[in-house]
């Protein structure tokens, strides 16, 4: 089976005509062009293939309407699952550009060696992303992703340094 990527998850619907709200999981706007095939992940490893035929943006979030899904009714059970593209729907990226998929899981350590914790997600709250690092011990630690802090991104090896700015780790 070929390799899926989150782009979107379905977390309601919105009016009676089948649109969907979505949480974005992606930086690219094409992703919920007009034409653009997603995979529906269901339950069990089901999957589907979507055909995005509408797409606006409402309040913050996406919404998006589906090739044949024209009533609530038919988007009600969509509820709660992810949407993904396959590996061949990949972009490439700039040098310093990665995907999610290949920051969460990666080691973080500390310029001087001790190691932080390991990113569990990433947040886009507006001008610059942030990387949630699950510590060992303790609360989460929030790391933005910014040129001051994160110093080397070695995707290869899962291993991200960063040097912390004051209070980053209070």
């Given at each position: 089976m070929t390799q899926t990527f989150n782009v979107g998850k379905?977390?309601?619907?919105?009016?009676?005509?089948?649109e969907v709200k979505v949480q974005r999981i992606t930086d690219f706007d094409d992703r919920f062009a007009i034409g653009t095939r997603l995979i529906l992940e269901k339950e069990h490893g089901q999957t589907e293939e979507?055909?995005?035929?509408?797409?606006?943006?409402?309040?913050?979030?996406?919404?998006?309407?589906?090739?044949?899904?024209e009533t609530i009714n038919d988007v009600e059970p969509l509820k709660g699952f992810y949407l993904k593209i396959t590996?061949?729907?990949?972009?490439?990226?700039?040098?310093?550009?990665?995907?999610?998929?290949?920051?969460?899981?990666?080691?973080?350590?500390?310029?001087n060696g001790d190691k932080l914790g390991i990113i569990k997600e990433i947040l886009a709250p507006g001008a610059n992303d942030?990387?949630?690092?699950?510590?060992?011990?303790?609360?989460?630690?929030?790391?933005?992703?910014i040129e001051d802090v994160v110093k080397e991104v070695d995707v290869s090896s899962?291993?991200?340094?960063?040097?912390p700015m004051e209070g980053l780790l209070d």
């Open positions: 379905i977390v309601n619907t919105h009016g009676i005509k089948g979507l055909e995005i035929d509408g797409y606006r943006i409402h309040k913050g979030f996406d919404l998006i309407h589906f090739k044949g899904y590996e061949n729907q990949l972009t490439e990226l700039n040098d310093g550009e990665f995907y999610y998929h290949e920051i969460i899981g990666c080691s973080v350590y500390l310029t942030v990387w949630v690092v699950r510590r060992e011990e303790g609360k989460d630690v929030l790391i933005p992703y899962k291993k991200v340094v960063i040097e």
